[in-house]
């Protein structure tokens, strides 16, 4: 008897381990290819013969990189929901099929020219709605397998490789894209056809579930009204009419407004429906709640900062530090390595230390350790000493996991088991959307500080290096989100701008000058310098309100059903804790009633 507990006791402490070593593999894959894409976005286009710099062509551009986070923001709160339906594990396997299928299709592209980026388009969407079932049960599933005093470790290591996985995604795809720019879809194969094989042969329904009818309207809602938003956001950033961008275009306005009646739609049906996609009443633990809304506000000040760095350093640094601009998108990546490493030493430690103390000292810690890492970026002078740009960086990344580890941990903690899928999913619903929204957000305030004063400096420096008074006012109206793109892509932006038509024009020297390293990143130093000021002190504050939100979760509580883990052979019965009091700010949840741990 003794000999088979002990044996029970070590195939589940064995199982726990499998559980997070999978889960992770698949949550770094789902995120890598967030970010892989946009450094081999060059050679993707090159490939395919498609200029994406053309105007009519930034549509493609845009989907490239965003499509995959839209679909993943739309998908993941159903396929959560799925996943308590019908068995988290059964949903996240199908979602490593999808995925690795979808990446060995995306490797055999054939067509060129519009037709291939069509391709590649829909390929990343279908590739998304993988990442999105393995993103929506991953962190339920190590919630299963792991006793609740050791939760915050486990989804402090997923979640924390998680979002490096988004920042390494840069430098994999620098590498590999100049080789052949297939290599950034199909080196996600055999990874994938690995972690699909072991997930399928090891992990075990632990959770608890019920077979309940699917939300068919509140799903179609919920994606309608969320489509709309991101779409409008998309849109949103190119220029309309005679402005810099096109919040003010009727498109934009009838997406938005479509999006918004969608969502009033779906939250009407989901008050009333029976079994409801969208959890409402998880909403009433404090702890979910808060941490969700301190989840969203961290994503929208994260999520552009990537894009933020990129264009500082392709733009301007790398370029006047003797990089040429075809290099500086690797480098641009291998320069923000600092920000990884900084991530992923504060995000497990962080995670453990929170499971000892609570989530709450080091989430609201790590949201001010944010605003400051913003506020220094802010100070830094444009033609920094890297040095003290690498320091700034691993604080940021520093302050960002000590956040992310173990707010995850405590928004999965408040969750009864039931509701696991549908709540982790809601709380990555509102991240990865969030992503989307500071992006829109980021570039919107950039383009508006480079709308004051970047006309005036390229006409000026055209004109001082021989360019035509006329070409060089044509030049300088250009939206600047053309400069933007060039710069964000590693082309040479003053090639772009001006064309071999007006290069003609002027001399040999000149036209050395105004396409050589130091012209353009001169031309656009003080510019830039607005407007990063600008997206900067929105991300400030944006940190400071997530950091207020993360002190109003409450103390360190764990949902009643959760104070041991279940046995294998539960995944579908009755809990094995009867409900509990709640603490007194604590509302009750729809299944039990949340406990303090200490």
């Known amino acids: 008897m003794g000999a088979g507990v002990q044996a029970s006791s070590r195939a589940a402490g064995n199982y726990k381990w499998i559980a997070l070593s999978n889960t992770t593999l698949a949550v770094l894959l789902a995120t890598l290819d967030v970010s892989i894409t946009i450094i081999a976005m060059p050679d993707i286009f090159r490939g395919i013969h498609l200029n994406p710099l053309v105007p009519s062509n930034s549509f493609y551009l845009l989907w490239m990189i965003l499509g995959y986070m839209i679909v993943g923001s739309v998908l993941i709160v159903s396929l959560g929901r799925l996943g308590d339906i019908f068995g988290r594990v059964r949903i996240y396997n199908v979602g490593f099929v999808i995925y690795t299928a979808a990446s060995l299709l995306l490797t055999v592209d054939w067509l060129t020219g519009p037709a291939g980026a069509d391709y590649l388009i829909v390929g990343r969407i279908v590739q998304g709605i993988g990442g999105a079932c393995l993103l929506a049960n991953a962190a339920a599933i190590i919630t299963d397998a792991f006793p609740s005093d050791q939760r915050g470790m486990a989804l402090g290591i997923n979640n924390i490789v998680g979002v490096s996985g988004m920042f390494i995604g840069l430098v994999l795809g620098g590498l590999l894209a100049p080789i052949d720019w297939r290599l950034v879809f199909l080196i996600s194969v055999p990874v994938g056809l690995f972690g699909t094989v072991w997930a399928y042969l090891k992990l075990e329904e632990r959770g608890e579930h019920h077979r309940r009818p699917v939300d068919w309207a509140g799903n179609v809602t919920f994606a309608a009204g969320l489509i709309c938003l991101m779409v409008a956001a998309t849109y949103g950033i190119r220029p309309y009419g005679g402005h810099s961008t096109g919040w003010s275009s009727p498109r934009v306005i009838g997406l938005l407004t479509v999006g918004a009646v969608c969502l009033a739609a779906f939250l009407t049906i989901e008050r009333r429906v029976a079994d409801p996609m969208f959890r409402l009443p998880l909403f009433r633990i404090r702890a979910f709640t808060f941490g969700t809304v301190s989840t969203f506000l961290s994503a929208v000040a994260r999520g552009g900062l990537m894009f933020m760095l990129i264009i500082w350093l392709q733009g301007i640094w790398l370029p006047q530090h003797g990089y ?267 299944h039990a009633r949340s406990q303090p741990v200490r």
Request: hydrophobic share 50%; proline share 7%; with cysteine.
């Open 324 to 590: 040429t601009f075809a290099d500086t998108p690797l480098w641009a990546g291998i320069y923000m390595l600092p920000l990884t490493v900084g991530m992923l030493f504060a995000g497990p430690l962080s995670g453990y230390l929170s499971d000892r103390f609570g989530a709450r000292p080091f989430a609201t810690g790590g949201m001010i350790g944010s605003a400051i890492s913003f506020a220094l970026l802010a100070v830094l002078p444009i033609d920094f000493g890297y040095p003290l740009f690498a320091a700034v960086l691993a604080f940021t990344g520093i302050s960002m996991g000590m956040f992310a580890s173990p707010n995850r941990a405590a928004v999965m903690n408040s969750l009864p088991r039931g509701d696991r899928g549908a709540g982790g999913g809601m709380n990555q619903t509102f991240q990865n959307s969030a992503q989307v929204v500071s992006v829109g957000v980021f570039f919107t305030l950039m383009i508006a500080g480079l709308s004051a004063t970047l006309p005036a400096a390229i006409s000026s420096g055209l004109r001082a290096h021989g360019v035509d008074s006329g070409m060089a006012a044509h030049v300088a109206h250009l939206p600047p989100i053309s400069v933007l793109f060039a710069a964000f892509l590693g082309y040479n932006p003053a090639q772009h701008l001006l064309g071999a038509h007006m290069l003609a024009h002027v001399s040999a020297h000149n036209q050395a000058l105004l396409t050589g390293r130091s012209f353009f990143p001169q031309l656009i130093a003080a510019p830039f310098k607005n407007g990063l000021h600008e997206a900067f002190a929105f991300a400030i504050v944006a940190c400071l309100l997530a950091a207020a939100a993360s002190l109003l979760r409450g103390g360190h509580y764990v949902d009643a059903e959760q104070t041991a883990t279940p046995s294998p052979g539960v995944a579908s019965g009755a809990s094995t804790h009867p409900p509990v009091a709640a603490h007194a700010d604590q509302a009750p949840n729809l």
